[in-house]
C-alpha cells in the first residue's frame, strides 16, 4: 500500500513557475515508477509526466514538453513536477501516482495508486 499526498498548487499568472511536490508513505516508494496527471474542468484525465524508479529515464507530454520536469528524490519518499511557462491551459487539478512497473507507463490504469489531487490554476 502506498499512500500518496500532493502539496504546492495555487493561482499563478500565465509565465510563471510552480513545483508540485507528492509525498508517499511506506518504505517502499523506490519499487514504483511514478507519475503525474492533471484533469481540466469538464475534460478528462490525461497524461503529464512519468519518471522511472530510479529516476534515469523521464516522459512527457507532447503539452508539457520543454517547460515541465519531474523528478523524484527516494531518500525523501517524494516525487515532484516543476512547471515553468505557465498557460491558462495548464489549469486543472494534477494528480500523483504509483505505478508498480519497471518501465515508463503513461497508461492510467497501471496505476494502482493515486493522491487527492491539487489545483493549479493559471490566469492570463
Known amino acids: 500500500q502506498v499512500q500518496l499526498v500532493e502539496s504546492g498548487g495555487g493561482l499563478v499568472q500565465a509565465g510563471g513557475s510552480l513545483r508540485l511536490s507528492c509525498a508517499a508513505s511506506g518504505r517502499t516508494f523506490s519499487s514504483y515508477g511514478m507519475g503525474w496527471f492533471r484533469q481540466a474542468p469538464g475534460k478528462e484525465r490525461e497524461f503529464v509526466a512519468a519518471?522511472?524508479?530510479?529516476?534515469?529515464?523521464?516522459y512527457y507530454a507532447d503539452s508539457v514538453k520543454g517547460r515541465f520536469t519531474i523528478s523524484r528524490d527516494n531518500a525523501k519518499n517524494t516525487v515532484y513536477l516543476q512547471m515553468n511557462t505557465l498557460k491558462p491551459e495548464d489549469t486543472a487539478v494534477y494528480y500523483c501516482?504509483?505505478?508498480?512497473?519497471?518501465?515508463?507507463?503513461?497508461?492510467?490504469?497501471?496505476?494502482?495508486?493515486w493522491g487527492q489531487g491539487t489545483q493549479v490554476t493559471v490566469s492570463s
Open positions: 501516482a504509483a505505478a508498480q512497473v519497471k518501465y515508463i507507463t503513461t497508461t492510467q490504469r497501471r496505476y494502482a495508486y
Open positions: 519518471i522511472t524508479l530510479s529516476g534515469d529515464s523521464t
